[in-house]
């Protein structure tokens, strides 16, 4: 028996007022096991992101709820709701919100720090090793290519160990080359910690590399389908 992590409940988000109402997201619910690598996938401004954002806690829903560990996550107060932020999820952005006046190894080590906790030199090694960039490590984002500033963004998230991974679009400044190793990185870690995850991509290679896909339009979700060896099936 899978455990639940995720439960979203009814979750509504509409952005402005008016005629210039929009709902971007339009009554999602759904939940995710520990451990499961799902796919979010749909057309551009089908509410992806937004999705993410609330489930980041960097965002709050209209209506709806959700638990993570069966955890009321909008029901904190504020102070709570940061350590939530800290500790539970590690987010990748879409436009990476790196610290521009932080270097590479520094951006990643910030919320570690921020959390009062020492930054273990190995374990930082190992990720930079592994990102493939250790001769960056002192650059400043500025310095940095899209895709070098992709994977500090990776890093930053990936280090702080959290049960929860949300990726938006990790790959999306990538070649074909890097995205699969990118992919290949976050899996290992989804083993190794049995983290959840949940990643935003256009791409249908990425997409089917993960356990499960879900595809939103216009604010809805449309398809559920895991993936697997007897090919896809719906949930
Ligand atoms: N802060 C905001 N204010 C007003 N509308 C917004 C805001 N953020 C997003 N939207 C709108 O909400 C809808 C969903 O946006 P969202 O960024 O979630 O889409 P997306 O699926 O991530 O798209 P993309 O694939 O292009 O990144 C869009 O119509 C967008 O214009
Ligand atoms: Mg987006």
Redesign the pocket.
């Known amino acids: 028996m899978t455990m639940e992590l995720l439960r979203i409940e009814n979750l509504c988000k509409t952005y402005g007022k008016g005629e210039n109402e929009v709902k971007a997201l339009d009554n999602v619910s759904f939940t995710v096991p520990k451990g499961q690598m799902a796919a979010v996938v749909g057309p551009s401004g089908s509410g992806?992101?937004t999705l993410l954002h609330i489930l980041g806690g960097v965002d709050r829903p209209t209506s709806g709820k959700v638990y993570l560990d069966g955890q009321d996550v909008f029901a904190q107060n504020a102070k709570n709701l940061a350590i939530f932020r800290r500790r539970q999820v590690g987010l990748i952005y879409?436009f990476y919100n790196l610290i521009p006046v932080l270097n590479a190894e520094e951006n990643i080590t910030l919320p570690v720090i921020m959390d009062g906790r020492k930054p273990d030199a190995k374990q930082l090694e190992g990720l930079l090793e592994m990102l493939g960039i250790k001769e960056r490590r002192l650059h400043l984002p500025s310095q940095l290519s899209g895709g070098q500033q992709q994977r500090v963004s990776i890093g930053r998230a990936l280090f702080t160990s959290p049960g929860v991974i949300l990726a938006?679009e990790p790959t999306g400044n990538l070649d074909s080359k890097s995205s699969a190793e990118i992919i290949e990185l976050l899996r290992k870690s989804n083993r190794e910690l049995n983290q959840t995850m949940l990643i935003?991509t256009h791409d249908e290679n990425i997409a089917l590399k993960c356990d499960r896909i879900i595809t939103i339009s216009d604010g809805k979700i449309t398809a559920d389908r895991l993936t697997g060896q007897g090919g896809v099936q719906n949930v």
């Open positions: 992806k992101s879409q938006d935003i």
